[in-house]
């Protein structure tokens, strides 16, 4: 880097500690990160195309889309990982992400058997078994009811699962890329079962798909009746073909396998159901051979999603800003530690945005690069005290057998150059 900005660092430093106390004023004359001479510059002296020639006009894009130059923010899948993309995952691009809400088109999708595409004129929610009258609703049936507002992640049981044995994967948009966070629309659970009348004995809810794997999963009714949706938007448009389209359920917290899409039936029993995806897949094997079953809620968790193997360090030594996000599916976050030093020093990170419960929190850490190594990590503390496990915690506690509910704490490696990988020390 050059410019008066990349020397000096102890000065930098100074100020930097400064500026954080509330003494900006006093340094006004060293930029933090600007650089002196733009006048040479021909991007501030020239005269460019944008300022030259008139732009589209307002019904060119009825239906905005992100910058030409954003093209590369996308969702990704890895092809070796399923056997076809029908029955697969793709992944967030969490280090390309700001804030906490996940734009609607960048939302990773999980589908066992494709999009359903379904006219909202021809979606039924139907409810059955343990209630005093079953009942059918229409879409529009559905927005009669009184509406609720609510922001929570949804993380796939399965996110980190590759990364159980060792680092594999090199970026945080496919070790973590399966979670998203967005602001439902919808009808509280609690709402729609009471219309129906739950019966005494009805303890468990199945909730079925309508897309061709019918998936169906099995909730306790005490969940469906605490903070359970059925929501029909999501960011404040209709939710996406990919996340549900008319209709999905929303079990805040919990993994993303219950939050079934395209949701056409709910049945009250007195029991859970048999499913074949809970018991073979979405159930973790311990090294006993034994199974942990009925494992919901998605745990405390962090990731540092700048810098990252996808998002290195290309300014150079200097004023640097780590950013990341954490999560508990038991509440809110109380607190993120972060080290650059792999585990030797800790410094509490500034939590910046709304701490809304089970919904991403991001953090921040600003330190100043000297061009060393570095170990990256983040460590989080939710209100109930729970805090994220190292990896070999989990592995102590689970054994090597298991994929899913890996929350375990995320390494990455930086070189001087900046370079970043995916590491695991201990
Ligand atoms: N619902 C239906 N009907 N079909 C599905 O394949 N996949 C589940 C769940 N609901 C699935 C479903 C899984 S495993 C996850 S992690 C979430 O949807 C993913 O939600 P998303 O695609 O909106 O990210
Ligand atoms: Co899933």
Redesign the pocket.
């Known amino acids: 880097m050059d410019g008066p900005a990349s020397t000096k660092s102890a000065s930098r430093r100074s100020f930097l500690k400064g500026a954080l106390t509330g003494g900006a004023a006093i340094a006004a004359s060293t930029a933090l990160v600007g650089r002196a001479g733009a006048q040479s510059d021909p991007l501030v002296t020239d005269i460019q195309d944008w300022n030259r020639y008139l732009g589209e006009g307002v019904d060119a894009r009825p239906y905005g889309t992100p910058s030409q130059f954003e093209e590369h923010v996308v969702r990704r899948n890895v092809a070796w990982l399923t056997s076809d993309p029908i029955?697969s995952?793709n992944f967030t691009p969490l280090h390309e992400l700001e804030g906490i809400i996940t734009p609607n088109g960048l939302?990773?999708?999980?589908?066992?058997?494709g999009i359903?595409e379904i006219a909202p004129a021809d979606h039924r929610l139907m409810i059955n078994g343990l209630v005093d009258q079953p009942l059918i609703f229409t879409m529009d049936d559905l927005k009669r009811f009184p509406r609720e507002n609510k922001v929570y992640f949804?993380?796939?049981?399965?996110?980190s699962g590759m990364e159980w044995r060792g680092a594999q994967l090199n970026g945080c948009q496919y070790t973590h890329g399966?979670v998203?966070c967005v602001m439902y629309t919808g009808v509280s659970l609690r709402t729609i079962l009471e219309e129906a009348g739950v019966k005494a004995n009805g303890s468990w809810l199945l909730a079925?798909?309508?897309?061709a794997?019918?998936?169906t999963?099995s909730i306790p009714m005490e969940k469906a009746l605490d903070d359970c949706m059925v929501a029909f938007a999501m960011n404040g448009e209709a939710l996406?073909p990919?996340?549900?389209y008319p209709l999905?359920?929303v079990v805040p917290g919990w993994?993303?396998?219950?939050?079934?899409?395209?949701?056409r039936r709910l049945e009250v029993g007195d029991q859970p159901w048999h499913h074949r995806?809970e018991t073979s897949k979405?159930t973790d094997l311990l090294s006993n051979g034994k199974a942990r079953r009925f494992t919901w809620v998605m745990e405390v968790k962090s990731v540092i999603t700048n810098p990252s193997p996808q998002a290195p360090i290309k300014h150079g030594r200097g004023h640097t800003v780590l950013s990341g996000l954490a999560w508990s599916g038991n509440g809110t976050i109380k607190r993120v530690d972060v080290t650059t030093d792999g585990g030797r020093n800790w410094h509490q990170a500034r939590i910046d945005g709304p701490s809304l419960p089970m919904a991403l929190h991001r953090f921040y850490y600003e330190f100043d690069w000297d061009g060393s190594e570095l170990f990256l990590q983040s460590r989080a503390i939710d209100d109930k005290g729970f805090v994220q496990p190292t990896k070999d915690e989990l592995r102590t506690a689970r054994g090597p057998n298991s994929i899913y509910h890996n929350n375990g704490i995320q390494t990455w490696h930086v070189d001087s150059d900046g370079v970043i990988e995916n590491v695991e020390i201990s």
């Open positions: 029955s995952v939302c990773f999708e999980r589908h066992h058997a359903a949804l993380e796939c049981a399965a996110n399966m998203h079925e798909g309508a897309d794997s019918a998936m999963r996406r990919e996340q549900g999905r359920l993994e993303g396998n219950m939050w079934v899409k395209w949701l995806e979405y």
